[in-house]
């Protein structure tokens, strides 16, 4: 971000605990059109997409998977894109 990078798509998938938010700061920065959220965490998925959303994204899809079915594991794929309000203020 602070190179004044940009992407079209950002996919994240990061640890239990979540993203930090000077990381999420950095991936509104770069201003993608659509953010993949990958999570194992609902917790902190809640809290990140949260931050995102109050960044310009909405949260339009999100699908389980079952990768683990001998556990009580699930995780969750979300697709973010950028509001057509954040797109106006461009």
Not at 4 to 15: M, Q, S
Not at 44 to 69: C, E, K, S
Not at 79 to 90: F, M, P, T
């Amino acid at each position: 971000a602070k190179a004044g990078e940009h992407a079209d798509v950002i996919i994240l998938d990061p640890p239990r605990a979540g993203s930090d938010e000077r990381f999420l700061a950095a991936v509104t920065a770069v201003g993608p059109e659509r953010v993949v959220y990958v999570s194992c965490n609902p917790e902190t998925l809640a809290r990140d997409l949260g931050y995102l959303t109050r960044h310009g994204y909405r949260v339009t899809r999100i699908q389980p998977v079952d990768m683990f079915p001998w556990s009580g594991a699930v995780e969750a794929v979300c697709l973010l894109e950028k509001s057509k309000k954040a797109r106006i203020h461009e």
